[in-house]
């Protein structure tokens, strides 16, 4: 297909926001979709603070970022966000009745030669496909927090992806900055599968009593050069997002991934990470 110009992003949460930005500031016009007026302008706002944080440091413009708030419309309507798009990214949570009600109704309003695609970091790529008219022309577009920062974008191919999509998606990704690459629909593909399995065992190791978080955070910083450390990245992504897709995990893949008791107990106590002031740590 052409070059992608018109972006819709669904949900402008973290990272429905973070990828509005990115395309934007590529010089896409992008159509934020979110259903409440309140989430939309939480979202604008944190495309706004990113952008004055890049300008701080001067890795961007003020005239670049200006031009880049103005090319974002927030909308509440799906149908109005995707009429025109070239790509529909989708950022709903990861609840898979969510997203196959959401890919029906997208294939139902975007032009025909659109692409469609998912920012799931665990569900399957195919299955999600398969609500629509166009499986070859769906796929796996998955981001990282925080998405302006993030270098890699994992673009995973579906079983019936075709190779003119993939192409496509992947010299947008370059266009955007990011290093991307490709992987085959399978649970938890490559980042997600490596990611879980190390912060299961890093929660196993708390609840064992093998270390203190802090300790086995810093092992993996100091030995193995990670940037950030397992229970820490834990508390950044939320744990009860872990939980959920260790959970899914679990059913797909096998023991290995099976939630620690310690997690479900911390989510049950409402201690979620970053988001609700305490995780592993206090914030």
């Known amino acids: 297909m052409s070059e992608i110009r018109t972006v819709a992003v669904i949900g402008a949460g973290t990272m429905g926001h973070g990828i509005a930005q990115v395309c934007a500031v590529a010089g896409c016009d992008v159509l934020l979709q979110d259903v409440s007026e309140e989430a939309l302008e939480r979202g604008l ?116 992806t075709d190779e003119a999509t993939v192409e496509t998606v992947l010299a947008f990704g370059r266009r955007l900055g990011k290093e991307p690459i490709v992987v085959n629909d399978w649970p938890g593909f490559a980042t997600s599968r490596l990611g879980i399995i190390l912060g299961c065992e890093a929660i196993r190791m708390v609840e064992q009593g093998v270390a203190s978080p802090e300790a086995i955070d810093k092992a993996m910083e100091l030995g193995y050069r990670h940037p950030m450390g397992p229970l820490r990245l834990t508390d950044l992504v939320g744990l009860d997002v872990r939980l959920h897709i260790m959970e899914h995990l679990h059913r797909e893949l096998g023991e290995q991934f099976r939630p620690p008791a310690l997690l479900r107990q911390m989510v049950r106590a409402g201690k979620l990470g970053r988001k609700s002031g305490e995780g592993f740590y206090r914030y």
């Open 45 to 160: 706002a944190g495309v706004r603070a990113s952008l004055e944080r890049l300008v701080a440091k001067e890795r961007l413009s003020k005239e670049d970022a200006d031009a880049a708030v103005g090319r974002i419309e927030a909308v509440t309507s799906v149908a109005e966000a995707a009429q025109d798009a070239d790509l529909v990214v989708e950022a709903v949570p990861e609840k898979i009745a969510l997203k196959l009600e959401l890919f029906a109704e997208l294939a139902e309003r975007t032009p025909e030669g659109a692409i469609l695609a998912t920012n799931t970091s665990s569900l399957s790529v195919t299955e999600i496909a398969a609500a629509t008219d166009r499986p070859e022309r769906c796929v796996g577009l998955h981001f990282f927090n925080p998405v302006p920062i993030m270098p890699l974008l994992e673009i995973i191919r579906g079983l019936r």
